[in-house]
């Protein structure tokens, strides 16, 4: 059996005075697209702080292909490219100026992927504001370029916390195939924060998070079972409803 | 990581401090503005009432000018420092921290390139403040400016990491301006910038023990003594021990597992 890209076990997290996880446990496999379903305030942004280690867990453990995220993080954190549900290109510098700042915060050296990156902004049609600073880019142009900058450094493992939120319809599709196909072609495991349903597909493995605690895990057409329900819209709205009501 | 690769991240994280700071015009002259402020009219107008007498280094009278440009230096580095971990609060807040953050590099290293990258910022704005205060007649020996270079990197280093400190505790970005009338206001007045601590002694015993006691009139002697061809090693060694100090709580308090930053939601 393959080595997981992500496993999560039995992890819980605290704010003062409030539960946030509840002994969470979900995995990865290499080249998996898994979607991690949830309202706002499930806690998907706070699992990605605790898998990206901005947060520390009060229980559990968290390994990346193998790698303690507590005892070994940094090659843990080296496996990983994440894209945050907040904008984090620096505004004022250039797309250029940006890249070659995450190539060395990874330790790349930015003139050996010169090639790789121009390849990778004509993919997304932005070979020519290279030079422009990421103020004058559309709010789709920005997430596109995190998601270049998220990949740059060939990761195992894809983080994407709402990567599409406020996006329209086509830009968000263009930053779904892109992933897919990244994930496809070479590889990587992905883990999709979303709460939009329309963003899960009939072959991506499904984890509902809801008020900080795994509702339901597997196929979307095993959840769809067993929940009785014909989409997965149907799905999520049974497994959510109770405290939304 | 090989040692090329800690040296290509110092050197993009400083890169980056500096385009930013260009970038950001009003940063660039509000940081002039304020000690020329202070050297042209402050002194100006107190030149009559604060005379100096003869201290070391200085070996004759000098004008209050010349008395007040090693503090009015200090005080751009405190000021820089503080702005430098303003904005670590404000990448914190609007996201650009985390990619810092999630570099396998180690922590502590990350955040010295930071203090560093801070630091030779704020010396860049030091250096032009000299420029222009020499053409307003304070001229120290060439030498002076040379060997103030290294007084300036720790002291400015010091604050740096005194800031780092302070935006570890920090939860959101309209509370540093409490910390910053709390911390910057007192720690530049009660020091030796703006009047040597034998004047303050003569009005009161217990600030001129609180000035003695305070980091930042050690980080101004420093940088007085250079300035002028000499080294107060004394200042020196406090210096350096508060930025020991400072720097080990800043990485304690940027550290997940054990800091003042695990539990803030949004942090």
């Avoid at chain 1, 305030?41 to 009060?58: E, H, M, N, Q, Y």
């Avoid at chain 2, 222009?132 to 280093?157: D, R």
């Avoid at chain 2, 040597?196 to 023990?209: A, F, K, N, T």
């Avoid at chain 2, 006691?213 to 406090?238: C, D, K, Q």
Wanted: net charge positive; glycine share 8%.
């Amino acid at each position: 059996m393959s080595e997981a890209a992500l496993a999560i076990r039995g992890v819980s997290f605290s704010y003062p005075g409030r539960r946030v996880l509840e002994d969470i446990s979900l995995s990865v496999a290499p080249g998996e697209f898994c979607v991690l379903l949830g309202l706002n305030g499930a806690g998907k942004s706070t699992l990605f702080s605790l898998i990206t280690r901005l947060f520390v867990c009060d229980s559990g453990s968290i390994d990346i292909y193998g790698h303690s995220l507590l005892r070994r993080s940094r090659r843990a954190l080296a496996q990983l490219g994440v894209v945050f549900q907040q904008p984090t290109l620096d505004l004022d510098l250039t797309l250029v100026q940006n890249l070659r700042y995450h190539c060395a915060l990874q330790g790349l050296d930015y003139g050996r992927y010169r090639d790789e990156i121009e390849m990778a902004m004509r993919h997304i049609g932005l070979t020519e504001r290279m030079g422009d600073k990421v103020r004058q880019l559309s709010g789709g142009q920005r997430r596109r370029v995190e998601l270049v900058r998220a990949l740059l450094h060939a990761p195992r493992l894809l983080l994407a916390d709402e990567a599409t939120v406020g996006l329209d319809i086509h830009s968000r599709q263009a930053i779904l195939d892109q992933v897919r196909e990244r994930c496809r072609v070479a590889g990587i495991g992905v883990l999709w924060a979303t709460h939009l349903v329309d963003e899960v597909q009939p072959g991506d493995r499904l984890v509902v998070l809801h008020g900080g605690q795994v509702m339901a895990m597997g196929s979307t057409a095993r959840i769809m079972q067993e929940t009785g329900s014909e989409t997965v819209h149907q799905a999520f709205t049974s497994l959510t409803r109770e405290d939304t009501a | 990581m090989s040692p090329a690769q800690y040296i290509h991240c110092l050197g993009s994280i400083v890169m980056r401090e500096a385009l930013r700071f260009l970038h950001q015009r009003e940063r660039f002259f509000g940081a002039l503005v304020r000690p020329l402020v202070w050297l042209f009219i402050f002194a100006a107008g107190f030149r009559s009432i604060l005379g100096v007498s003869i201290i070391p280094p200085y070996e004759t009278y000098i004008l209050y000018e010349e008395y007040i440009v090693p503090g009015l230096a200090a005080m751009i580095l405190l000021f820089s420092g503080m702005q430098s971990s303003l904005s670590m609060v404000y990448d914190r807040e609007m996201g650009s921290m985390r990619m810092l953050m999630v570099s396998p590099f180690p922590r502590w290293y990350l955040l010295l390139c930071k203090l560093v990258a801070g630091a030779l910022v704020s010396i860049a704005q030091v250096y032009l403040f000299f420029i222009i205060a020499w053409f307003w007649e304070v001229e120290p020996p060439w030498m002076g400016y040379l060997l103030a270079f290294p007084a300036l990197l720790i002291s400015s280093l010091m604050m740096g990491a005194l800031g780092l400190l302070l935006s570890s505790a920090i939860k959101q970005l309209e509370n540093f301006a409490g910390v910053m009338n709390f911390v910057i206001f007192p720690m530049f007045f009660a020091s030796s910038a703006l009047y040597p601590l034998w004047r303050i002694r003569d009005s009161s015993v217990p600030l001129y023990e609180i000035c003695r006691f305070n980091p930042f009139t050690h980080a101004v002697e420093l940088i007085r003594f250079s300035l002028y061809g000499a080294i107060n090693w004394g200042a020196a060694m406090v210096v350096i021990g508060a930025l020991v100090l400072f720097l080990a709580g800043a990485v304690y308090g940027y550290d997940p597992a054990r800091g003042l930053m695990t539990r803030k939601k949004g942090a």
